[in-house]
């Protein structure tokens, strides 16, 4: 007995049921929904539905909210939310995050190959005589596995999953090297890959314990070349700082901090699956911590999240008619979906004018232009919801995500500040990195509470800086000597040893700073 699938262009494959293991997981390892952002499991993004063309399973209540009882009644079902077993279904036109190509300059010859893996995105760079020639962006093939780092580490807990995660990525830096030698008539001499430590174990395929399970250690701390695959040159690795604290943030401490001036003491807050702050002391003394984000601010796991690319909105403007989109890059295709900024413009500007209460609860408003904007809230499969154009809408559980992450956000840099006994006043400057590093309006951070009041002007938007600093490893032996310094100026806070920590996430859960 199979699982029997038909898809979009009318062709069929037969794929074999995975007792104990979900439709879409099953469906995902086949290939079809190769660059789809799936929120694996959550029952959220809505790109795993599929159609049972007979015998569909009983729905339950996420698939109602997010699919409609019409639906439904028709066979659509979410194939993260049910089992992999034998079945006939139709599946639909994936929808893809696109691969970001951006060329700097016409030069060609032997290149590096700096590369920033993330737990949602990968971010590469392209390097020939030291600089840039191309940066690429893509989603990170292990999402489908799992969304977050957990869930990830969970999926390697066997020799199987842990030999898929790492085929997935290694695949995907051959294909790029491939790809790249081409286009440049040369071939890759020199490869360093930062992320946080649980990517980097995947991408070498290590077991996962001592870091899947308290008490949280790491048995490999990086600093160290390591093989990835026989056509990729010895990969450096930077030193990983603490159990979630990786080589992304040793990178990034590399990009603000070597060869310049740096002004002690600064936050540097890398914003992504899983949040990783450094409190920078001085040269020669540093306090760090993690705490899990989710994927929700790289456009993952939210109704009509998506990453950035044609057809997503990345924020939003607000004149005297109403709302008004702004989609990617300015492109003019149809949105289907918001970016994590886009989701925290709109929050924003909801907050601000009232339709949005502290505790992310819909109100009137407190203007008339915002008791118009009131006026599209509405309840959409029996939750409130603020309804946009083109189908789109914000329901209430796409708020609470979001104030999910400005909680762990606050507890973190709150929790480090309490620590160095500073306040946030004190800081000569806060960088935000990672997804929103580049992006995200400071004044939105502002408003829903990710920063303290009045610290707008000391945040700086640092972008990629793990992608930024594994290029000065690659390119500059005096940053890698610096970066293999790093490792003995860190002290780790671990929030979770608290046992005020549910606490304290629980009052940081509103849209204001708590100290």
């Known amino acids: 007995m199979s699982i029997l699938v038909h898809t979009h262009d009318g062709a069929a494959l037969t794929l074999e049921p995975n007792p104990g293991d979900t439709l879409?997981?099953?469906?995902?390892?086949?290939g079809i929904w190769h660059d789809v952002a799936l929120c694996s499991g959550l029952g959220k993004c809505g790109l795993c539905k599929v159609r049972y063309i007979s015998d569909a399973p009983a729905p339950n209540r996420d698939e109602l909210k997010k699919l409609g009882q019409d639906a439904l009644n028709t066979g659509w079902r979410l194939a993260c939310l049910h089992s992999s077993e034998t079945c006939e279904i139709e599946v639909p036109k994936p929808i893809r995050s696109q691969r970001m190509l951006r060329l700097r300059g016409t030069d060609v010859?032997?290149?590096?190959?700096?590369?920033?893996?993330?737990?949602?995105?990968?971010?590469?760079?392209?390097?020939?005589?030291?600089?840039?020639?191309?940066?690429?962006?893509?989603?990170?093939?292990?999402?489908?596995?799992?969304?977050?780092?957990?869930?990830?580490?969970?999926?390697?807990s066997t020799v199987e999953g842990r030999a898929t995660l790492k085929s997935l990525?290694?695949?995907?830096?051959?294909?790029?090297?491939k790809a790249t030698a081409i286009n440049v008539h040369g071939k890759c001499m020199g490869l360093a890959v930062s992320g946080n430590p649980a990517m980097i174990y995947l991408l070498l395929g290590m077991k996962p314990e001592d870091i899947a399970t308290a008490p949280y250690e790491l048995s490999y701390t990086g600093g160290t070349d390591e093989f990835i695959a026989p056509s990729l040159p010895p990969a450096y690795i930077p030193p990983l700082l603490a159990p979630f604290v990786g080589a992304d943030i040793s990178a990034g401490l590399t990009a603000i901090e070597y060869g310049g001036q740096s002004k002690y003491p600064f936050l540097l807050a890398d914003l992504g699956?899983?949040?990783?702050?450094?409190?920078?002391?001085?040269?020669?003394?540093?306090?760090?911590?993690?705490?899990?984000?989710?994927?929700?601010?790289?456009?993952?796991?939210?109704?009509?999240?998506?990453?950035?690319?044609?057809?997503?909105i990345t924020s939003f403007g607000l004149t005297p008619s109403g709302l008004v989109p702004h989609n990617f890059e300015g492109t003019t295709d149809?949105?289907?979906?918001?970016?994590?900024?886009?989701y925290l413009s709109l929050v924003s500007i909801l907050r601000t004018h009232g339709v949005l209460d502290e505790s992310g609860h819909f109100g009137q408003g407190n203007t008339?232009?915002?008791?118009?904007?009131?006026?599209?809230?509405?309840?959409?499969?029996?939750?409130p919801a603020f309804r946009l154009n083109n189908g789109l809408y914000l329901p209430a559980s796409d708020i609470e995500e979001i104030m999910k992450v400005k909680a762990a956000f606050n507890l973190a840099m709150s929790a480090l500040l309490e620590e160095a006994g500073i306040t946030p006043s004190q800081l000569t400057a806060i960088h935000i990195a990672g997804a929103l590093g580049e992006h995200v309006s400071l004044n939105d951070l502002e408003v829903l509470g990710f920063l303290p009041p009045g610290t707008r002007t000391k945040a700086v938007k640092a972008g990629n800086t793990s992608l930024k600093g594994t290029e000065l490893i690659l390119t500059d032996p005096g940053a890698r000597a610096f970066v293999e310094t790093l490792p003995d100026t860190i002290t780790a806070l671990d929030l979770t040893e608290d046992e005020t920590f549910g606490d304290r996430y629980l009052a940081r859960m509103r849209f204001t700073y708590v100290d």
């Open 334 to 342: 149809e949105p289907t979906g918001m970016t994590g900024t886009g």
């Open 169 to 177: 990525v290694k695949k995907q830096l051959v294909d790029l090297c």
């Open 109 to 156: 010859g032997d290149y590096t190959l700096a590369v920033d893996l993330g737990t949602t995105s990968i971010h590469s760079s392209i390097l020939i005589n030291g600089k840039q020639k191309a940066a690429t962006q893509e989603l990170n093939p292990q999402a489908g596995m799992g969304s977050e780092v957990m869930s990830r580490l969970a999926a390697a």
């Open 273 to 312: 699956t899983n949040g990783e702050f450094i409190l920078a002391l001085s040269p020669e003394k540093r306090l760090c911590a993690s705490v899990p984000m989710g994927p929700a601010l790289e456009g993952v796991g939210l109704s009509f999240g998506r990453t950035a690319g044609p057809g997503t």
């Open 368 to 383: 008339p232009l915002a008791a118009k904007l009131a006026h599209n809230v509405t309840t959409i499969t029996d939750e």
């Open 24 to 30: 879409a997981h099953t469906i995902f390892l086949s």
